[in-house]
């Protein structure tokens, strides 16, 4: 009987461990996908910085770039966390995977760089007493989460 219940336990914690394990493990083409997923949304933010005026924007408006910013650190920070969670030996896959990644890069940095540059017009909204600080956080998170992105990057393709 203890027998029975010893291999029932060590069988029920394998098939856990294979589907935990199934779930966890990512493939390039997730990573791929993820970066389609993140071409939008970077694309989105550059522009809702990019229509923000310089004067007389309002509370709604920095609202909407903000929720932009999330969206764009928050799928950057699901991209760095599937292609860490790629298995070794990649090869031909980092290939693909860095190519995405120095496409999109760019317009990561762009979209930043926007974000900065329109600080300003953000401060200068009349109820907007917080802003500076959000916006502090919105760099913080975003430049933070591109930097792991490149560092998830660059691990995934170092070959030793």
């Known amino acids: 009987m203890v027998g029975i219940s010893i291999s029932t336990t060590v069988l029920s914690l394998s098939a856990c461990?294979?589907?935990?394990?199934?779930?966890?493990?990512r493939d390039p083409i997730v990573v791929l996908e993820d970066f389609k997923t993140l071409t939008p949304l970077v694309n989105g933010l550059i522009n809702a910085t990019n229509?923000?005026?310089?004067?007389?924007?309002?509370?709604?408006?920095?609202?909407?770039?903000?929720?932009n910013v999330t969206a764009v650190t928050g799928q950057i920070n699901q991209t760095a966390t599937d292609i860490k969670a790629i298995t070794k030996p990649v090869n031909d896959d980092c290939a693909a995977v860095n190519a995405t990644y120095v496409v999109i890069q760019p317009f990561i940095s762009k979209a930043l760089s926007s974000y900065i540059a329109k600080k300003p017009a953000f401060l200068s909204i009349p109820e907007g007493i917080a802003i500076g600080a959000i916006i502090d956080g919105d760099v913080s998170s975003l430049n933070s989460s591109s930097i792991a992105l490149r560092e998830a990057v660059t691990a995934l393709c170092i070959i030793l």
């Open 51 to 67: 229509v923000f005026p310089a004067t007389g924007g309002t509370l709604v408006g920095f609202s909407y770039v903000h929720q």
């Open 17 to 25: 461990a294979i589907v935990f394990g199934a779930m966890v493990k």
